[in-house]
């Protein structure tokens, strides 16, 4: 073939291109965009007659300095059902807002049933896998949808995924609020009296790589003061939040062995599969990660490896009810337990208790509370009408309404409005090393 012949046939072949699409040899220059909303064409025979019209994103501070100003996504539809989803990332809520406006035209005009449909299109049609920033906005988007799911068909959330695998709910566990002995047996009693089976904490300072004798020793005396402060009968998780290298953590998970804790949470940054896998191979006691991985494709190489005994994966930030639901059959398969992380604000909690529900190898759900209620459970009782995330005989309650569970106004939020993003806390060794924390 002559080369003018050559190239004049490469231009027909762009002009004969479907409408709407571009040829490329190399398959690497963007694609030209439709006006349909993700994939309508190919199930306007199969879909429900729910379209998505609008969508609207929250930043709310309770206090101007926070930092992590909730960060939440209201759906509408065109049979007046709305949802709601959170997806709160501390430190980062400005970019998380700006992440869930850029996947706007993934949904106006779709059919919000397709939840699988529109999980996989914003994950894989975004070509950068998710990080913690497009997977808190994932995971906002998913729980909203969700909740127009169960909406739409009468049910809770957790009736659609299977559950309740426990009608009496989930058990939980709260922060310790205590700084000392008489602080712990206060706490204690008041545990008793509330049911209150479980407890987290963590360890005091940070670490360089290789540490003191001392330093050691007040972690060690800080671990059996929970102990003897809390009884022997209430479980402790105690979080390292990857403070420490393989070698302290090591140390310090040997000399907490005698106090028989729940588990022992990030002793090392979870992405370092190697060094979890050393301290695990030196440790009798349960180890747990999971609270910054995205999707259920972070989690593979610990489940497969044996890593780790207990997935902590946040509903806000892993991809949302979609993803946790896939993480916790991933680990069921292996033996593994699943005990999210929740953190942030009320929308993300509910949503996690309908996983939770419905999930066989659930351990325990977490909330970054206190025995007592605090301000900010208040402000979630004020906008919700019920006390979210508050447990009963020691487990949360599920909720009855279909969907998420939950009614919410606008005009609620306007009290507190989005203060801007606020770095999180910045540590420092004295040397002036960065420390982690």
């Known amino acids: 073939m002559k080369r003018r012949r050559f190239f004049q046939g490469l231009a027909a072949g762009a002009l004969a291109a479907p409408a709407g699409e571009a040829s490329d040899l190399c398959g690497c220059a963007p694609m030209m965009q439709t006006r349909q909303p993700v994939g309508a064409d190919a199930f306007q025979s199969t879909g429900s007659r729910f379209r998505i019209t609008g969508m609207k994103v929250f930043g709310v501070s309770l206090t101007p300095d926070s930092d992590r100003p909730y960060v939440f996504v209201k759906l509408e539809t065109n049979q007046g059902v709305t949802g709601w989803g959170e997806g709160t990332l501390e430190g980062k809520a400005a970019a998380v807002m700006a992440c869930i406006e850029d996947f706007r035209e993934f949904l106006t ?3 919000p049933m397709q939840v699988e449909h529109i999980w996989q299109s914003m994950y894989v049609h975004s070509f950068y896998r998710a990080g913690p920033v497009i997977g808190s906005a994932m995971s906002g988007i998913d729980q909203a949808l969700w909740d127009i799911r169960g909406k739409a068909l009468g049910m809770p959330v957790y009736q659609l995924l299977g559950g309740p695998m426990d009608a009496r709910g989930v058990r939980g566990y709260y922060h310790v609020r205590a700084g000392n002995l008489e602080q712990l047996r206060a706490v204690r009693a008041s545990a008793a009296e509330q049911g209150i089976t479980c407890f ?14 001392a330093s050691i020793r007040r972690a060690v005396r800080q671990l059996e ?5 809390l009884g022997p009968d209430i479980d402790i998780g105690v979080d390292f939040h990857a403070k420490t290298s393989p070698s302290v953590a090591s140390i310090l998970i040997k000399e907490a062995e005698p106090l028989h804790l729940l588990f022992i949470e990030e002793p090392c940054p979870p992405e370092n599969v ?9 440790s009798t006691t349960p180890i747990a990660t999971g609270e910054r991985l995205v999707a259920s494709y972070s989690v593979q190489q610990l489940v497969e490896m044996g890593v780790v005994d207990i997935i902590q994966t946040d509903i806000n930030h892993c991809g949302g009810i979609t993803a946790l639901w896939k993480i916790g059959a991933l680990a069921e398969q292996a033996g593994i337990s699943l005990a999210p992380h929740a953190c942030e604000g009320p929308i993300g909690g509910l949503a996690t208790l309908h996983v939770d529900a419905a999930t066989p190898n ?7 509370s206190g025995v007592q209620p605090e301000m900010k459970e208040k402000v979630w009782e004020e906008w919700l009408g019920f006390p979210a995330m508050r447990m009963v005989d020691g487990r949360f309650p599920l909720p009855k309404k279909p969907g998420l569970g939950f009614e919410l106004s606008e005009d609620k939020l306007k009290k507190y409005p989005f203060g801007g993003t606020r770095p999180m806390a910045r540590v420092f060794h004295a040397d002036g090393s960065v420390a982690a924390w």
């Open 200 to 213: 987290k904490s963590g360890i005091p300072g940070y670490y360089e790589w290789i540490e003191t004798r």
């Open 225 to 229: 003061m929970l102990r003897e402060g």
């Open 109 to 111: 005009g779709a059919d």
């Open 274 to 282: 190697r060094a979890m896998a050393k301290i695990t191979r030196r």
């Open 362 to 368: 659930f351990l325990v759900q977490e909330i970054c």
